[in-house]
């Protein structure tokens, strides 16, 4: 499982990115370099800034909130439908308990 990293870290490696990127030729080289000072992955630096860029509308793409609101939608869907499987199973149960066949 990846490691968690504080936000604080987040919010300052992406505000010295924000600040920084005009004087690389790319992103890439930008979050390489401002990655390499805060000790973190490049990768994820450019990642986060990515979906920073998404979250406030400057790019195209799924918003932070609407990945929650669809993990929350899936979770709870799973647990609708334990919940249907339950109650079909107890249905069939006392159904049969019901049946005046059974001695």
Known sequence: MPKRLDPAVKKRALRLLREYRDRYPSLTAACAAVARQERIGAETLRRWMVQAEIDAGAREGMTT?????????????????????????????FAGELDPRNP
Do not use: C, G, H, P
């Open 65 to 93: 909130q609407a990945r929650e609101e669809i993990r929350r939608l899936k979770m709870e869907n799973s647990r609708l439908r334990e919940d249907v499987a339950v109650l079909k199973t107890a249905t069939t149960f």
